[in-house]
């Protein structure tokens, strides 16, 4: 049975049209609000299921997934497993599954709530395995590197730390998922959602106190900070400071993920407002791959951004790479 497209139909507590897309991009099946195939996602009884109804009238019903706990998470998984079931019957061939149905970023994430709501170490790897289709060795991994993390956070409940996201870009990388858009070049606009910004300063500030909360560090991210103009810029990394580098704030880090919108005006008022360590992100060091990927600077555009922050008072600096970019060699992650 060939199935190129679909149009989705839920009903259900919560929105799954992204995790239903993940799934079936595995398969080579896109969404097409006007496809003649319909993909239902129905609740039915304590969990969901997925019904596929093509166009020569076809029906399929995947088996139901019993949701565990009333809450988005556990319907996203089972909402998956039914997606993947009832496509897998209609295409029949198998798939690859380097990490099962986790698609996200962060999978470390759901290991530590896993943990968090009373599963054992033992039982964790067995449970990802069965509940989210984690080959073996990729659940012993993720417990493993859980485990190491639990090791590194604060032991007392009451440290917390502080992210503070940019959204704006001065492109938009191919890979991408985040939340971001171009950076509006209008002054006026930049600080309109700096005003934001601080407003939501000032209630984390409240809520700090509310809950007798210390601060232990503050991580401005994105998106890329840096890309906001140097005025905007300055203003951002001095409102940070003011309300919210308190006194048991260990690391303060700024990320400058893309070398051309880093400057040395930009380090100085970073230096000037206690920053202590700097995040500067070449993500590979190979020109072709740069371009290909949608990054409007060089490796040599790194280098001088890196020799910046080396030559600077702030004495932390890190990089980061992404492993599997389009037509990269693992001779080409060597190099």
């Known amino acids: 049975m060939m199935i190129s497209d679909y149009r989705l139909e839920q009903n259900l507590p919560y929105d ?49 997934f019993t949701i565990l706990q009333d809450v988005r998470g556990e319907w996203v998984r089972c909402a998956k497993l039914a997606v993947l079931d009832v496509l897998g019957q209609a295409v029949r061939r198998g798939l690859v599954m380097p990490w099962g149905i986790l698609t996200g970023v962060r999978p470390g994430k759901l290991a530590h709530k896993l943990l968090d709501s009373g599963l054992s170490c033992d039982e964790l790897p067995q449970y990802l395995e069965r ?57 006026e606009l930049q600080q309109k959602f700096l005003n934001f910004i601080e407003q939501d300063m000032l209630t984390v500030v409240q809520l700090l106190s509310m809950y007798s909360l210390n601060v232990t560090a503050v991580y401005i991210g994105g998106g890329t900070p840096t890309s906001l103009s ?59 791959t740069l371009k290909a990927i949608g990054r409007s600077h060089t490796v040599q555009d790194f280098y001088r951004s890196y020799d910046l922050v080396r030559h600077s008072g702030i004495k932390t600096v890190n990089t980061d790479l992404i492993i599997g970019l389009p037509g990269e060699t693992a001779d080409d992650v060597r190099a």
């Open 131 to 187: 509940h989210y289709l984690l080959p073996h060795g990729q659940a012993q991994l993720l417990t493993e590197i859980c485990l190491r993390q639990r090791q590194l956070l604060p032991a007392a409940e009451k440290q917390v730390g502080i992210y503070i996201g940019i959204p704006f870009c001065p492109t938009r990388c191919s890979y991408c998922s985040f939340p971001s858009g171009i950076v509006p070049l209008e002054e």
């Open 230 to 288: 140097e005025t905007a810029f300055a203003r951002l990394i001095a409102l940070t400071a003011r309300h919210l580098l308190l006194p048991g704030v260990r690391e303060f880090t700024v990320e400058a993920g893309r070398p051309d919108c880093f400057s040395a005006e930009k380090l100085k008022v970073m230096e000037a407002c206690g920053v202590n360590r700097i995040s500067v992100n070449p993500q590979t060091l190979h020109d072709k």
């Open 16 to 64: 799954l049209t992204r995790p239903v897309a993940e799934m079936a991009a595995f398969f080579d099946i896109l969404p097409q609000s006007d496809s003649t195939d319909v993909l239902k996602i129905v609740q039915e009884a304590d969990g969901c299921v997925a019904i596929l109804q093509t166009e020569d009238g076809t029906r399929r019903v995947s088996r139901p």
